[in-house]
């Protein structure tokens, strides 16, 4: 971890309790009447950070939470809300993260270094894609294409705010949640 890392760690619940107190980042938009979506995310795939590919629809029937990371964000820290949030509720929830470097360089290193520094720093266990593009644009990773098109997900166009935005998607592949970065992982289900 670098120094920036250590001190964005320590400053972590400072930024936290401003975001909450001011209402900045923390926005929650919800799919209040249960729009289906036009396109199926499970026709989706994300290529892991290993190279592997990840078909999204092996996960029908469980929760899907799609999350934008960096490793050198304020929010970074959420890691290891979002590995708890992975290990106990593996049953009906599975954690994808996108690592970007959308947000003023804040996710700078390779896929192999940024594997390295969320198993070594976190205990990550729950997939990663390769580094993505998650901001609207031409190069923007098909999940976030679907994520941020309501032609296709059939409600939403919120794009990330910032690294650590959060898409929840249920058993049935209807979105359902966006959550600003300010919302700790730990919240979601208190949303839902």
Not at 120 to 142: D, E, R, T
């Amino acid at each position: 971890m670098t120094m920036r890392q250590k001190i964005l760690k320590f400053v972590y619940p400072l930024l936290m309790r401003f975001a909450r107190a001011s209402g900045k980042s923390a926005a929650v938009l919800k799919n209040e009447k249960n729009v289906k979506p036009v396109q199926s995310i499970y026709e989706l795939s994300v290529l892991l950070n290993n190279g592997e590919t990840l078909p999204l629809r092996q996960f029908t029937g469980k929760k899907i939470l799609l999350v934008n990371t960096a490793s050198d964000c304020g929010y970074t820290d959420q890691y290891d809300e979002l590995q708890k949030l992975y290990t106990d509720h593996r049953k009906d929830l599975v954690v994808i993260g996108f690592p970007a470097n959308d947000f003023k360089e804040q996710e700078k290193g390779s896929d192999e270094e940024i594997a390295q520094f969320c198993r070594i720093n976190y205990g990550i266990s729950f997939p990663l894609s390769k580094k993505s593009v998650v901001i609207k644009s031409p190069g923007q990773h098909a999940v976030f294409r679907w994520l941020t098109d309501k032609q296709r997900n059939g409600w939403n166009e919120k794009p990330p705010s910032w690294n650590f935005s959060k898409y929840l998607i249920d058993e049935e592949g209807v979105l359902t949640h966006y959550f600003d970065p300010a919302i700790p992982p730990s919240d979601i289900f208190n949303f839902t």
